[in-house]
């Protein structure tokens, strides 16, 4: 099997038995690169090969035979480009930051490169991590390796692309209301976003800091809890890290079935607006959870319907006072047409961003703003309170709940780019998990006719990681959906 087709996990077998050497894994990660690039414009930002290569062949000179290596070694991995990496472009697919090279790196980087990873570049992304679909990157769209005129789901659209198309063998995302779950369900592969709190946002460059979360897009699950074993822990750096001991995430998926698991199915998640093929692949994924020894029990969500207007009205205020830094004074775009700091500021702004994060920047100000504070923002702070305890009642009685991703599979490229109320509806399975801080994993769980991939979503209790890797790992053994692969054409 070619190296490019291997799993984290596989790879690293191979790499660490002696099969194969660094520079022949950067070699063919770059062939392919150079294979469908051009066609899947995953990547914002490509690290070059020749620096790689440079440091494969001191990496081979250093090791010989058997190997016991770190879990990330010689490992070609990407990273969302709204994640800092010191010394290369993070331009949060932006204008504004189109120049930035921070003089840092974020402490998920740090951690990876710590065990001395290759890291490919830096994955396309709609502009702040503020999208569904990856069209507003300012770069361009990413496309969905399955067909390439559709989505790859977004915000983190490059990343999991990028994985789908063996362009790396994994990659971190950054979810906010679901954008590390939503394109992996859109590309077929794995996507974890972990308790928040549990994954450091030190050198994440915020959109909204009450739900940002940095996670794994892999292949795998194994591969998903080998890699969260790297990033998590605890990060004196981001104040809202938590103090609490990480196991070992691949310890978890010893047991292969879940069995004296009770799993809960929400109502509210099963209405009006799910795709009759998305309904069907999901009830037939719950039936294999049964098969395997699942006890499924119907539970109620009742704040669900609330919880996109509720997302879109916390998500945009935290956005607007997140970007009000970016004034054309320190750092990122600063117009040249000007004639005085009032003009440089606004001339600034209306140059740097998009159309979909001036949306939002005016959305979020006027719900902050005086008068409309207690109507919009302080109501939508208590409803999310309320989603929080629907959790809490629901974990009373299950271990997880499993939910569709999405509504619909992956949509075209263009079709939803002119309707944000269509395009934010994409988003109304996963918002729930984010405003409650829960974690939750995507799985691929079947395929619609048309051959694009559907996900299924489980959600655990806060800091129990642990429980949703196990489910999803023993429904993926199960089933072949992680078999089979996309054909770029």
């Avoid at 697919?93 to 990876?112: E, W």
């Avoid at 996109?308 to 607007?320: H, K």
């Avoid at 263009?414 to 829960?438: C, F, H, R, V, W």
Wanted: hydrophobic share 40%; proline share 5%; glycine share 8%.
């Amino acid at each position: 099997m070619s190296l490019v087709k291997l799993s984290l996990k596989e790879l690293q077998d191979q790499f660490t038995r002696g099969d194969v050497s660094a520079a022949e894994i950067v070699r063919a990660y770059c062939l392919r690169m150079t294979q469908v690039e051009g066609k899947i414009k995953a990547y914002i930002t490509r690290n070059t090969k020749e620096t790689m290569l440079a440091d494969a062949h001191t990496m081979d000179q250093n090791l010989k035979g058997w190997r016991k290596t770190s879990p990330l070694m010689a490992m070609p991995l990407a990273v969302k480009d709204n994640i800092c990496t010191d010394g290369m472009l993070t331009t949060c697919g932006s204008r504004m930051l189109g120049q930035f090279v921070p003089p840092y790196d974020a402490s998920t980087v740090t951690r990876i490169r710590s065990q001395q990873c290759f890291v490919l570049g830096k994955t396309n992304l709609d502009e702040f991590a503020m999208g569904s679909s990856t069209e507003h990157s300012a770069f361009g769209p990413s496309r969905n390796p399955w067909n390439v005129a559709h989505i790859p789901g977004g915000s983190s659209g490059g990343s999991a692309a990028a994985v789908a198309a063996d362009e790396c063998v994994a990659a971190l995302g950054s979810d906010t209301g679901g954008s590390i779950r939503q394109p992996a369900a859109c590309c077929g592969v794995v996507g974890l976003k972990p308790t928040y709190g549990r994954v450091s946002r030190y050198g994440l460059v915020a959109f909204a800091s009450s739900l940002d979360q940095i996670g794994p897009i892999t292949k795998t699950v194994m591969d998903a809890a080998i890699l969260l074993n790297v990033i998590a822990g605890h990060d004196p750096l981001d104040s809202t890290s938590v103090d609490l001991p990480v196991p070992d995430y691949t310890k978890a998926l010893k047991k292969k079935h879940a069995k004296r698991l009770t799993i809960g199915v929400p109502t509210e998640y099963f209405t009006e607006g799910l795709d009759p093929e998305v309904d069907m692949a999901v009830r037939e994924a719950i039936q294999e959870l049964h098969v395997l020894g699942g006890d499924i029990i119907e539970v109620s969500l009742p704040r669900t319907p609330v919880a996109i207007a509720t997302y879109y009205v916390l998500a945009t205020a935290e956005a607007s006072s997140n970007l009000a830094r970016y004034d054309g004074v320190k750092f990122g775009l600063r117009s040249k047409h000007t004639k005085d700091l009032l003009e440089m500021y606004e001339t600034s702004r209306q140059e740097g961003f998009g159309p979909e994060v001036k949306r939002r920047i005016m959305l979020g100000t006027y719900a902050l703003s005086s008068g409309y504070y207690d109507a919009y923002y302080g109501k939508a702070q208590a409803v999310r309170t309320l989603i929080r305890q629907d959790f809490v009642e629901a974990f009373e009685q299950v271990d997880v709940l499993v939910t569709p991703v999405m509504p619909t599979p992956a949509f075209k490229l263009g079709e939803k780019i002119d309707d944000p109320l269509q395009m934010y509806l994409s988003d109304m399975y996963t918002t729930s998990a984010s405003l409650s801080g829960n974690p939750a994993i995507s799985i691929p769980c079947g395929f619609s006719q048309s051959g694009l991939p559907i996900g299924l979503q489980i959600i655990g209790r806060s800091f129990e990681e642990e429980t949703i890797l196990r489910v999803a790992n023993a429904y993926e053994l199960a089933t072949t959906w992680r078999n089979t692969r996309p054909v770029i054409r």
